[in-house]
């Protein structure tokens, strides 16, 4: 990798890290997009996953206190499950399919009936709704819109979600990471030095997203919540998912 390559991997990496502090998704959307793009897919994957486990790994260990534990097991076991079904076969997508499904992921997740999707999340929810999960994430290298999906179904508070959803994140993409990187015949690699600095500078992003998500404005208690969902549910609900509301 160039330098002249790493600095504008860097600089993407920062506007759709603020991308995602601003909307709440679409960010590492669109950071395996053009990483799949400019790189061969395994090599694009790996270094996804990488900066993905470093962003939610200090995210989840400053709101640790907040993670439900219940609901992120049941996460790790239904990843773990999917991950030793794919390495039956150990698929590896063509960039057209990775990239297509990548750009329909979102409009598919929204076109899921009602009657299929969970009423609440438990751990059994999580446990199934993990599975599909790191299939997708497999696939498509994301897995945000599924899993936001399933979130907004859970009865847990602001920052449960943010915690809870990246130790979630952490451990599918740590599964990812060993995928793309260790189990399929042509794995993928990224120079250690650019990882290290991507690693290096979440320390105090993090720690700025930490002192900010407090300062937020929530409404008051349960019913305006409802209330707010009833006037904007699109909004409501993803500025839930960001700490808002």
């Not at 590896?92 to 899921?112: E, H, N, Y």
Request: hydrophobic share 55%; net charge positive; charged share 15%.
């Amino acid at each position: 990798m160039t330098a002249l390559v790493a600095a504008g991997l860097s600089l993407l990496m920062i506007g759709t890290a603020l991308l995602s502090g601003v909307f709440g998704m679409a960010g590492g959307l669109i950071l395996v997009g053009v990483l799949v793009v400019i790189m061969p897919l395994p090599q694009a994957m790996v270094l996804h996953a990488v900066t993905q486990m470093a962003s939610n790994g200090w995210r989840a260990l400053l709101w640790r206190q907040h993670i439900a534990w219940k609901t992120a097991f049941a996460s790790f076991a239904g990843s773990l499950v999917s991950l030793g079904l794919w390495s039956l076969w150990l698929y590896v997508p063509d960039k057209a399919v990775a990239l297509l499904l990548l750009g329909c992921s979102p409009f598919i997740v929204r076109a899921i009936p009602e009657s299929v999707m969970p009423r609440t999340l438990g751990p059994s929810q999580m446990l199934g709704g993990s599975v599909v999960c790191m299939m997708l994430m497999l696939v498509t290298g994301v897995t945000g819109p599924l899993l936001d999906t399933l979130f907004l179904r859970s009865q847990l508070q602001r920052k449960e979600i943010i915690a809870t959803k990246a130790a979630c994140q952490l451990f599918s993409h740590a599964l990812k990471l060993i995928y793309f990187g260790l189990l399929i015949e042509q794995s993928g690699s990224v120079e250690p030095w650019f990882l290290a600095i991507h690693v290096a500078r979440q320390a105090p992003a993090r720690e700025a997203e930490r002192q900010a998500v407090p300062r937020l404005v929530e409404p008051h208690h349960h019913g305006d919540r409802r209330l707010l969902c009833r006037l904007r549910p699109g909004a409501a609900d993803w500025n839930r998912l960001r700490g808002i509301a």
